[in-house]
């Protein structure tokens, strides 16, 4: 009988390769430096997105990926296959651009077809599969209208078609959805995740919305200054962000300077003192930046009960729909605090008001301040 460290050894050896692999991919135009020594694997069938502010270097990596813009050093792999080197053509991808980039002189069924040329792609066969397309992306009955024609979402369902056409067996997502309004905008994203998963197509996205990343990615790559900081599942990265740019980047946050005081579990922040798990085992003196999540935040009678609990002062509130964001000011200390509208109402959280506030000491997530 096979041992359970004979099973784990023989379920990693069966582990298949990654579809996708990026090894130390740098890319400079001139002398900046876009991406650095940047390393990734994507699995079939996944969708990654890529995160992070406008200049990180996540479209540089997207378009180095296709080809658009080569690498200047480094590899990249597809399905076993080095094609690091090889010209946009040569790559097996399909790719939706921001802008859309639909022929205006041609119809919806002439834009999704226009790639399927060549001998295998006879006139039967594409008809069929542009015919299959249109049904896929709910656009059967506009077939032989015009771009100018279409709301903004369904030319990017068209886009959409055209990018999956040749069958290819990577999608790469270039901001899609960034023109769209916001409905139409949460509306698609549940649309090409549906689609995705339906196909089982490995896809990569770019985008700045986290909100997007968050809501349809299996894992997210969040970058800054051309390089990777963190990988993860969205909930990981929200949770568990591996350096202060990830904490203060994803999601909403307080931040503020702290100084690790004795016990190592307390903070010292505005004069304050504040319990904190992450500190246990820092140096007493250690300065670190803390944040924590407005949806952390205790307030009323139930931050009163934890340690180290302030009194803090209202200084506006915001109406959010389903919750309230409160501005708070405990001596020199900001903090928000997320709260339903019926909480605020019991709590009488109106701006001037003087309430009981408290830092889980497991919610406050801490990083060293390099000196």
Known sequence: MSTALELARDGAAAAPAPYLTVEQVSKSFGTFQALERVSLSVAAGEFVSFLGPSGCGKTTLLRAIAGLDPASSGRITQGGRDITGLPPSARDFGIVFQSYALFPNLTVTDNIGYGLRGPAWPKARRRDRVAELLVLVG???????????????????????????????????????????????????????????????TTIMVTHDQEEAMGVSDRVVVMSRGRIEQVGRPE???????????????????????????????????????????????????????????????????????????????????????????????GRLRLEADATPDAVRRLGAVPGAIL???????????FPIDE
């Open 236 to 330: 990981a990265i929200y949770a568990r962000p591996a350096s202060a740019f990830v904490a203060g980047f994803v999601g909403r946050s307080s931040r503020f300077e702290a100084v690790v005081d004795a016990p190592s579990d307390t903070l010292v922040a505005g004069g304050l003192r504040l319990p904190c798990t992450a500190s246990r085992g820092m140096l007493f003196g250690t300065r670190v930046l803390a944040f924590v999540r407005p949806e952390d935040v205790r307030l009323g009678a139930e931050a009163a009960a934890l340690p180290g609990h302030l009194q803090a002062e209202v200084t506006h509130l915001e109406f959010l729909g389903p919750v309230c964001r409160l501005s708070l000011e405990a």
């Open 356 to 366: 009981p506030a408290a830092l889980p000491a497991e919610r406050v997530m801490v």
């Open 139 to 201: 656009l059967a009955e506009h077939a032989q209208k015009y771009p100018a024609q279409l709301s903004g979402g369904q030319q990017q369902r068209v886009a959409l078609a055209r990018a999956l056409a040749n069958e290819p067996g990577l999608l790469l997502l270039d901001e899609p959805l960034s023109a769209l309004d916001a409905i139409v905008r949460l509306h698609l994203r549940q649309e090409i995740r549906a689609l995705q998963r339906r196909l089982g197509l």
